[in-house]
């Protein structure tokens, strides 16, 4: 007996050894039609062991036992199972599953199968943004999906970029809501591109309208990663030199006086000489820059907890001037459990400490680049020695009690160049950037945080509740010291301003969504309650001055005179209360219908008008799903749908407008007050408007889903017309007379229509041999026009945005056109007697008067569009994206027409009337150039189509590095935004804007900068 035991435990000795000797590691690439896909289950059948293909597809499973069989499975693909059989490396490769397209896209709180979808909606995915250098999230949107824009808002270090989808619908604030797993959010700039799981973009009104009053600009849906499988560990990192690439010219020294002669311009009674200088301050006031990023981060599940952990840091020099930088470091950590089969809890937060330092700038009389832009070319960048010095500078260079001024110096010591002729409030720009005229430090602490319980309460029916809370707290610094360049441009005492606030938000939601089918008919219902409240309270409001004998430090307060507001007597609230709703029912997945409704309650609107409702409808056909449709047919998949829905929009009133404001008369103003028979004097500072409604965004839309040659071909094609009605203008000065004495508060301004096509197309396919490709296009059309305008006179409009060289304003808003199109006079050439402009309101050189200005261009493109490319064979890839808009305008503000003897673009020069009997000029004759700059002849083309990058990366093999333990690692260089192709003859086609009403005003815009960078991405 005991000798036949011992046989048998010998013999399951013997088995178990031999399965532990015989067990293996197994290794691959999961694959689709465009390439390694990540994110792929693969897990040992009858087990829960398994892990997860990392960002370029690949796995590698520990202990695999000879027998096994591994299985294979992704959202909307099908299901691969494969034995082992020994075989130490499977590759596999999935297909879409075409029958059930499973594909989950995230939308207002839930998600939906995409076959299902309704709206329009695109999706970026992580697989579609790892190669991404951007430091920015809003960067990561450009050129990727059709009917959105993005475009610098300037090319300083960490300045973010304004989003626009389906064109500028608002006269203030058109940036879309911002939703950070499930949480609104003020701002996406503490998110690091890597932590980004997937994007939805919500286009139309019936996406959008689950969000109700805040939906109108459209709504972006970020998804951060969370955690599956065994631990694992990634680290990214890029190194990169940032340089300005511009084709524009401005004029050489030889050039500027030719031209300075010829207009007959002198300075100080003297005529313009060349003194040996010439300086090129495009060359000297842009630089090299570095810049440097790390990613790390860890991730995993345990039972039935999921982890991810990461930290991020960035840091980026600016391209002008030494002071200029960009710093951010971010902590996030989300987890979620399933205690039980009912219960499911969650947390996602996220940190951010951002510091910046910035320079002048989108100024077009102070700022640095343009007073690069015209600061004449005989000024020296720096002097030789002391006695260089203009005796003008020398003579003046004291303050009221006599103290020496100093010259404006570099870190060297040496003395910067002072202007050799331009005046006024021109000065050197390379000192302006970094001798301390005007430094500015910015400083930004982030937290945000959400939690969430989701309870399984019966079958098809669950119910969440979140609660998230955001704290952004600001302080901005900017200190001046003494300097004198001319009397408009000077400080005789050290200064400077801190200003402090934060931004307090939570949000409270509670949503139930039940899922039933009945025989073939399907249904979603959610039903939801939010409330929710920010509070933005001033903290510090403090500026002082010291002078030159007292001054210690800008640390030292002590003598600096002061005047400090501390007691939070400032403070903004924003209130609101909703109730939501939406069904969405389908038969067979092929008839589709969704509708929605929000009711919203907010406390920035008047008591009347404090409530509004926006409905919502979509419906769908998925013509394949037929009997007639043919399994065998080109187009596998085709699914039209249409939809019509209402958004609104407060994010442009700060409250009270409804609220007449009476102040005390004299109160802050050289602390006078005026008292009549024991009373205090006062005056309507504000003008209240009960009358004010939301602003409501309403859109019609049709579109097209199509998916054929067994899916390695995707199209969308999508048809909308928006509306924005009772557009909300928060500057009551525009309709209020000057005799009133006060200014009216916001008022509902009129109507915008935003029209046009929106295509999507994807094709991409995969080699035996190791050559794959994709190829994803996209193109947009819009067509913006004012269609009604309130509070002006028929035929007249709303002034926009000023200029120095045009005193009514440079852009305007009038029905019939372009919403805040240029405005000036159109031109018919130039005289040959006299090489004066020929206007085409008077048809000769007279001037014209002021009602004769019209429409000279329109800062909206007609045409948007994106591509990606990416090639891959076997250990290389390579990922082209380019970017670009047609048809919009470009207005340069950046000239000065009260200084006369400042540079001017190159063609200003070459291209100027030259004598009587010149025909071919296209410019006026120096001298009659100042006429030039209220006139089309200072708008350009502004279409550009740029390379945004050019991505080559090696993966090393799995035998260089499986006796690391390294799961994965990839080597690229990247050449971002280094090749643009344009006719406009500024710094950068790519411009930005600083306000809602100048879009497109290039008053001296620092210029979007390329990188060359060398990264890094490591996985083990």
């Known amino acids: 007996m005991n000798k036949n035991i011992s046989k048998y435990f010998l013999l399951v000795f013997t088995l178990l050894f031999s399965l532990v000797i015989n067990a293996q590691d197994v290794k691959g690439v999961v694959t689709d039609v465009s390439g390694g896909l990540p994110g792929v289950n693969v897990i040992v059948k009858g087990t829960v062991k398994g892990v997860e293909t990392d960002f370029d597809g690949k796995y590698l499973l520990k202990n695999v036992k000879p027998n096994d069989i591994l299985v294979f ?40 199968k995409k076959s299902l979808v309704t709206g329009a909606i695109s999706s970026i995915s992580s697989k579609d943004i790892k190669s991404v250098s951007n430091q920015r999230v809003e960067q990561v949107l450009q050129g990727r999906t059709s009917g959105v824009t993005v475009s610098s808002s300037s090319g300083a270090p960490g300045s973010g970029a304004k989003i626009r989808i389906r064109g500028t619908g608002s006269s203030g604030n058109a940036e879309p809501l911002f939703i950070v797993d499930g949480m609104k959010v003020s701002s996406i700039d503490n998110i690091a591109p890597g932590d980004i799981e997937n994007m939805e973009i919500l286009k139309d009104a019936a996406s959008a309208a689950i969000y109700g009053t805040e939906g109108a600009n459209g ?80 991730s995993g599940s345990v039972n039935n907890t999921s982890y991810y952990f990461s930290v991020g840091h960035t840091n980026q020099d600016g391209t002008v001037g030494d002071n200029s930088s960009f710093d951010r470091t971010s902590f996030r950590f989300n987890i979620s459990s399933k205690i039980t089969d009912w219960l499911e809890v969650g947390i996602n937060s996220n940190t951010a400490i951002i510091r910046r330092k910035g320079i002048v700038e989108d100024s077009d009389t102070r700022g640095v680049v343009q007073n690069a832009l015209i600061l004449d070319p005989l000024t020296a960048l720096i002097y030789g020695d002391e006695s260089e010095v203009p005796s003008r500078i020398t003579d003046a260079s004291f303050d009221a009690d ?55 309460i019966l079958e098809g029916l669950t119910f969440t509740s979140r609660f998230g809370y955001e704290l952004n707290q600001f302080y901005n610094k900017t200190t001046q010291i003494p300097y004198y360049v001319t009397s408009i441009a000077g400080n005789s005492s050290y200064a400077f301003n801190d200003y402090k606030f934060k931004s307090t938000k939570w949000l409270w939601e509670n949503f139930a969504v039940y899922n039933k089918s009945i025989g073939n008919h399907n249904f979603k219902l959610l039903g939801g309650y939010s409330a929710e409240q920010t509070r933005v309270p001033v903290l510090l409001n403090r500026n002082g001055t010291s002078s030159i004998n007292d001054f210690i430090s800008f640390d030292s307060l002590g003598e600096f005179e002061t005047q400090e507001y501390q007691d939070n007597a400032t403070e903004g609230r924003d209130n609101l209360v909703s109730m939501y709703g939406r069904l969405s029912y389908d038969y067979k997945e092929k008839y589709l219908f969704e509708g929605s409704i929000r009711r919203d ?39 039209l ?40 004097g006062a005056q309507v500072s504000g003008f209240g408007n009960d009358n004010l409604v939301w602003e ?133 050439g130039i005289d040959a007697a006299t090489g004066q402009i020929i206007y085409t309101a008077t048809g000769t050189t007279d001037t014209p008067t002021n009602d004769q200005k019209t429409m000279i261009g329109s800062p909206h493109a007609d045409i948007m569009y994106g591509g990606n ?121 790519e411009i930005g804007n600083n306000g809602f009403n100048d879009i497109g005003v290039d008053r001296g815009f620092y210029p979007t900068p390329s990188r060359a960078l060398f990264g890094l991405s490591l996985n083990f």
């Open 869 to 989: 490319i990416k090639l891959g064979y076997k250990a290389f890839d390579l990922n082209v994206q380019f970017q670009g808009v047609s048809g919009n305008d470009i207005v340069s503000t950046y000239h000065q027409p009260s200084r006369v003897l400042t540079n001017k673009p190159v063609h200003f020069f070459t291209d100027r009337w030259t004598g009587v009997g010149d025909t071919d000029s296209t410019m006026p004759g120096a001298g009659n150039e100042l006429a030039a700059y209220q006139t089309d002849l200072v708008v350009e083309d502004g279409s550009y189509m740029r390379i945004k990058q050019i991505q080559l990366g090696y993966t090393l093999p799995q035998s260089a590095i499986e006796d690391l333990h390294i799961d994965n690692l990839r080597f690229y260089v990247s050449f971002d935004d280094y090749f643009t192709f344009t006719k406009y003859k500024g710094l950068d086609p």
């Open 402 to 456: 006599g103290n020496i001024i100093d010259y404006l110096r570099d870190s060297d010591g040496n003395i910067y160049g002072y202007p050799a002729y331009s005046d006024g409030e021109v000065i050197n720009p390379v000192a302006y950037a970094n001798a301390g005229i005007n430094d500015t430090k910015f400083e930004n602490d982030q937290f945000l945080t959400s939690a969430y319980l989701k309870f399984n």
């Open 696 to 828: 409501t965004s309403e859109q019609t839309g049709f579109g097209l889903d199509l998916k054929a040659f067994n899916n390695k071909l995707s199209f969308s094609a999508d048809y909308y017309k928006k509306t924005t009605k009772d557009l909300i203008v928060t500057d009551g000065s525009l309709i209020t007379p000057g005799s009133a004495g006060f200014n009216s508060e916001a008022f509902n301004g009129g109507t915008i229509v935003n029209q046009g096509f929106e295509f999507e197309l994807g094709y991409g396919n995969s080699f035996e041999n190791g050559f794959s490709y994709s190829v994803n296009l996209n193109l947009s059309t819009l067509d913006n026009e004012v269609t009604e305008i309130a509070f002006v006179p028929e035929g007249t409009s709303l002034e926009g945005a000023g200029a120095p060289q045009n005193d009514d304003g440079i852009t305007r808003f009038s029905e019939g056109l372009p919403a805040w199109y240029f405005y000036g006079y159109e031109t018919d």
């Open 601 to 639: 309650v907010s406390s920035v609107f008047p008591t009347d008008n404090k409530a509004g409702v926006f409905p919502a409808f979509s419906a769908g056909y998925v013509v394949s799903r037929e009997d007639f449709w043919s399994d065998d047919s080109v187009v596998g998949f085709l699914k």
């Open 219 to 298: 709504v972006v849906i970020i998804t951060t990663k969370k955690g599956s499988g065994d631990m694992k560990f990634n680290f990214n990192t890029q190194f990169g030199i940032q340089t300005v690439r511009t084709n524009m010219e401005l004029m050489n020294a030889a050039q500027f006086v030719t031209y300075m002669n010829e207009a007959g311009y002198q300075s100080e009674g003297r005529d313009i000489t060349n003194n040996g200088v010439d300086t090129n301050w495009i060359d000297e006031v842009f630089d090299t820059a570095f810049m440097q990023r790390y990613d790390f981060n860890l």
């Open 73 to 112: 499975s992704f959202l909307g693909f099908k299901t691969v199972e494969v034995a082992v059989n020994g075989k130490k490396a499977i590759n596999v490769q999935l297909e879409e599953d075409s029958g059930l397209l499973d594909e989950v896209v995230v939308v207002g709180y839930g998600t939906q």
């Open 641 to 680: 749908r249409g939809s019509w829905g209402q958004n609104g929009s407060k994010a442009n009133l700060p409250g009270n407008s409804d609220i007449t404001a009476i102040t005390n008369i004299g109160e802050g103003y050289l602390n006078q007050t005026i008292i009549y028979e024991g009373n205090i």
